[in-house]
Protein backbone atom coordinates (compact mmCIF):
# COMPACT_ATOMS: atom_id res chain seq x y z
CA UNK A 1 0.00 0.00 0.00
CA UNK A 2 1.41 2.97 -0.95
CA UNK A 3 1.95 6.63 1.19
CA UNK A 4 -0.57 7.96 -1.31
CA UNK A 5 -3.64 5.35 -1.18
CA UNK A 6 -3.04 5.20 2.92
CA UNK A 7 -3.53 9.14 2.90
CA UNK A 8 -6.90 8.83 0.94
CA UNK A 9 -7.64 6.28 2.88
CA UNK A 10 -7.20 8.29 6.44
CA UNK A 11 -8.89 11.25 4.98
CA UNK A 12 -11.76 9.37 3.77
CA UNK A 13 -11.95 7.77 7.55
CA UNK A 14 -11.77 11.94 8.43
CA UNK A 15 -14.73 12.53 6.20
CA UNK A 16 -16.82 9.63 6.81
CA UNK A 17 -19.00 9.91 9.47
CA UNK A 18 -18.77 6.14 10.36
CA UNK A 19 -16.58 4.39 12.15
CA UNK A 20 -15.69 1.41 9.92
CA UNK A 21 -13.57 3.65 7.65
CA UNK A 22 -11.66 4.04 10.90
CA UNK A 23 -11.64 0.79 12.09
CA UNK A 24 -9.94 -0.28 8.57
CA UNK A 25 -7.61 2.06 8.34
CA UNK A 26 -6.50 0.59 12.00
CA UNK A 27 -6.30 -2.67 11.19
CA UNK A 28 -4.44 -1.95 8.18
CA UNK A 29 -2.19 0.05 9.68
CA UNK A 30 -1.55 -3.07 12.40
CA UNK A 31 -1.34 -5.38 10.02
CA UNK A 32 1.58 -3.19 8.10
CA UNK A 33 3.55 -3.02 11.34
CA UNK A 34 3.15 -6.64 12.22
CA UNK A 35 4.27 -7.40 8.67
CA UNK A 36 7.65 -5.19 9.26
CA UNK A 37 8.17 -6.06 12.74
CA UNK A 38 7.93 -10.02 11.38
CA UNK A 39 10.66 -9.01 8.64
CA UNK A 40 12.70 -7.23 10.94
CA UNK A 41 12.93 -9.90 13.84
CA UNK A 42 13.64 -12.76 11.05
CA UNK A 43 16.99 -10.28 10.28
CA UNK A 44 17.42 -10.51 13.85
CA UNK A 45 17.30 -13.85 14.83
CA UNK A 46 19.81 -14.57 11.96
CA UNK A 47 22.45 -12.20 13.66
CA UNK A 48 23.73 -13.09 16.94
CA UNK A 49 25.48 -9.47 17.38
CA UNK A 50 21.58 -7.43 16.44
CA UNK A 51 20.38 -10.33 18.84
CA UNK A 52 22.45 -9.15 21.83
CA UNK A 53 22.62 -5.59 20.91
CA UNK A 54 18.50 -5.52 21.28
CA UNK A 55 19.19 -6.99 24.34
CA UNK A 56 21.41 -4.70 25.47
CA UNK A 57 19.14 -2.14 24.58
CA UNK A 58 16.10 -2.97 25.84
CA UNK A 59 17.48 -4.01 28.87
CA UNK A 60 18.59 0.07 29.26
CA UNK A 61 15.36 1.38 28.48
CA UNK A 62 13.65 -0.69 30.54
CA UNK A 63 15.92 0.23 33.42
CA UNK A 64 15.92 4.04 32.18
CA UNK A 65 11.82 3.60 32.35
CA UNK A 66 11.23 1.32 35.43
CA UNK A 67 9.75 4.09 37.43
CA UNK A 68 7.11 4.61 34.91
CA UNK A 69 6.89 0.91 34.00
CA UNK A 70 5.98 0.39 37.47
CA UNK A 71 3.24 3.07 38.30
CA UNK A 72 1.64 1.99 34.69
CA UNK A 73 1.84 -1.83 35.88
CA UNK A 74 0.13 -0.81 39.08
CA UNK A 75 -2.59 1.54 37.46
CA UNK A 76 -3.47 -1.73 35.21
CA UNK A 77 -3.40 -3.80 38.00
CA UNK A 78 -5.49 -1.57 40.27
CA UNK A 79 -8.11 -0.93 37.23
CA UNK A 80 -8.22 -4.84 36.38
CA UNK A 81 -9.02 -5.32 40.28
CA UNK A 82 -12.07 -3.18 39.94
CA UNK A 83 -13.56 -3.99 37.36
CA UNK A 84 -13.96 -7.76 38.83
CA UNK A 85 -15.00 -5.78 41.67
CA UNK A 86 -17.49 -4.17 39.66
CA UNK A 87 -18.22 -7.48 37.57
CA UNK A 88 -18.78 -8.76 40.97
CA UNK A 89 -21.29 -6.69 42.56
CA UNK A 90 -23.35 -7.06 38.95
CA UNK A 91 -23.40 -10.60 39.11
CA UNK A 92 -24.38 -10.80 43.01
CA UNK A 93 -27.04 -7.80 41.77
CA UNK A 94 -28.20 -10.52 39.47
CA UNK A 95 -28.71 -13.05 41.56
CA UNK A 96 -30.40 -11.26 44.01
CA UNK A 97 -33.04 -10.34 41.13
CA UNK A 98 -33.44 -14.07 40.29
CA UNK A 99 -34.09 -14.64 43.62
CA UNK A 100 -36.60 -12.22 43.90
CA UNK A 101 -38.63 -13.15 40.86
Request: proline share 2%.
Amino acid sequence: MGNSSIKKVHNAAKQSGDSMPKEIFKGSIASAVVYSGSKIMSVAVKNPVVVFGLGLVSGFLIHKYRKDIIASTTKVVDAGKDFVLQQKENLEDLVAETKEN
